[in-house]
């Protein structure tokens, strides 16, 4: 999307402008969708961007290995409707008309990525909060709960206030596991019975294609998503098969929704044309999820398998790529 006259513009300032402002303007980039202008600028800037700061950046998908520090002008703020310091003193300078935020934030130079991950999870929750405030959302009371994630204006949803949406690691296999377990317990997953060990669920699925949502203040797991392989004949490549799952307590907060969006952003840069899955017809909250993040159903296959004592019909999904496959 191309920003228009009334675009509203961010400027980002920090000293060094290698970690913190460098992720919160690239976190309000990815965000907006070309619907807020976004800098970023440093009072002393560094000779290039931390590189741990990269790294975290890469696990969600945004690549800043080619950006580098700039150095903070007065026409960068002047050209601000809204200038966001972190820790950058007195150096920058205060002009009338602009709306001044001062975030205070760890700064991330010389720490691990394990410890810079909690700082961007805690700039991209005060980034969303940020964008709600420059482009608030028109009320929709029609829209269905599962639907409510942000949504940029080609209508895909993204992550909802307060979760971020990233790749899935092996530090996540306990509360992935005890999701899944949930879910199934709910009775309406599948029709498996127990969640499989991590080495078991780890070899079935396909590495490139998992996601995770975390609440971005406590860092827990609130849902995932992956996929499986339906055959090993390359006539299959591009098909995939998959399972999302949302923490009981989280349902309704449009978690679901950002799951499957992540994964058809994966999927379709990968080529894969087709992602497909079965579900029971009770669970009706699901049909409704995938029907809106591009779902047709082929069919339904009536008493295909018992299921705590009761035969079972599954309604067979599928999304077709507009994009991938078709040459």
């Given at each position: 999307?191309?920003?228009?006259?009334?675009?509203?513009?961010?400027?980002?300032?920090?000293?060094?402008?290698?970690?913190?402002?460098?992720?919160?303007?690239?976190?309000?980039?990815?965000?907006?969708?070309?619907?807020?202008?976004?800098?970023?600028?440093?009072?002393?800037?560094?000779?290039?961007?931390?590189?741990?700061?990269?790294?975290?950046?890469?696990?969600?998908?945004?690549?800043?290995?080619?950006?580098?520090?700039?150095?903070?002008?007065?026409d960068?703020?002047?050209?601000?409707?809204?200038?966001?310091?972190?820790?950058?003193?007195?150096?920058?300078?205060?002009?009338?008309?602009r709306?001044?935020?001062?975030?205070?934030?760890?700064?991330?130079?010389?720490?691990?990525?394990?410890?810079?991950r909690?700082?961007?999870?805690?700039?991209?929750?005060?980034?969303?909060?940020?964008?709600?405030?420059?482009?608030?959302?028109?009320?929709?009371?029609?829209?269905?709960?599962?639907?409510?994630?942000?949504?940029p204006?080609?209508?895909?949803?993204?992550?909802?206030?307060?979760?971020?949406?990233?790749p899935?690691?092996?530090?996540?296999?306990?509360?992935?596991?005890?999701?899944?377990?949930?879910?199934?317990?709910?009775g309406?997953?599948?029709?498996?019975?127990?969640?499989?060990?991590?080495?078991?669920?780890?070899?079935?699925?396909?590495?490139?294609?998992?996601y995770?949502?975390?609440?971005?203040?406590?860092?827990?797991?609130?849902?995932?998503?992956?996929?499986?392989?339906v055959s090993?004949?390359?006539?299959?490549?591009?098909?995939?098969?998959?399972?999302?799952?949302?923490?009981?307590?989280?349902?309704?907060?449009g978690?679901?929704?950002?799951l499957?969006?992540a994964?058809?952003?994966?999927?379709?840069?990968?080529?894969?044309?087709?992602?497909?899955?079965?579900?029971?017809?009770?669970?009706?909250?699901?049909?409704?999820?995938?029907?809106?993040?591009?779902?047709?159903?082929?069919?339904?296959?009536?008493?295909?398998?018992?299921?705590?004592?009761?035969?079972?019909?599954?309604?067979?999904?599928?999304?077709?790529?507009?994009?991938?496959?078709?040459?």
């Open positions: 999307m191309t920003a228009g006259p009334e675009t509203p513009e961010v400027l980002f300032v920090c000293v060094h402008n290698a970690g913190r402002s460098q992720m919160a303007a690239a976190l309000l980039a990815h965000h907006a969708a070309g619907r807020v202008r976004v800098r970023s600028a440093g009072s002393a800037p560094a000779e290039e961007i931390n590189p741990a700061v990269v790294e975290v950046m890469g696990e969600l998908g945004i690549d800043l290995s080619a950006e580098s520090p700039k150095a903070l002008t007065g960068a703020v002047r050209a601000a409707d809204v200038v966001v310091t972190m820790g950058c003193g007195d150096s920058c300078p205060v002009l009338p008309g709306r001044y935020l001062d975030w205070r934030l760890p700064d991330p130079a010389g720490r691990p990525a394990d410890e810079v909690p700082i961007r999870e805690e700039i991209d929750r005060r980034v969303r909060a940020l964008l709600d405030e420059l482009l608030p959302a028109p009320p929709d009371a029609t829209a269905p709960p599962d639907d409510r994630a942000t949504r204006p080609d209508g895909r949803a993204t992550a909802p206030p307060g979760v971020m949406v990233r899935m690691r092996g530090e996540d296999a306990d509360e992935v596991l005890a999701i899944y377990q949930a879910g199934l317990d709910g309406d997953a599948s029709f498996e019975t127990e969640a499989p060990t991590w080495d078991a669920f780890d070899r079935a699925r396909l590495p490139e294609h998992r995770v949502a975390t609440d971005t203040t406590t860092g827990r797991i609130l849902g995932w998503v992956a996929v499986t392989a090993g004949r390359c006539v299959y490549a591009g098909v995939v098969e998959h399972s999302v799952y949302v923490q009981p307590g989280h349902q309704g907060r978690v679901a929704a950002a499957l969006r994964l058809v952003d994966s999927t379709e840069a990968a080529g894969i044309w087709t992602i497909q899955s079965g579900v029971f017809p009770e669970n009706t909250a699901s049909l409704r999820l995938h029907a809106r993040a591009g779902f047709r159903t082929v069919g339904i296959r009536e008493r295909l398998g018992r299921h705590h004592d009761r035969w079972r019909d599954v309604v067979l999904i599928e999304r077709r790529s507009a994009r991938a496959g078709i040459s």
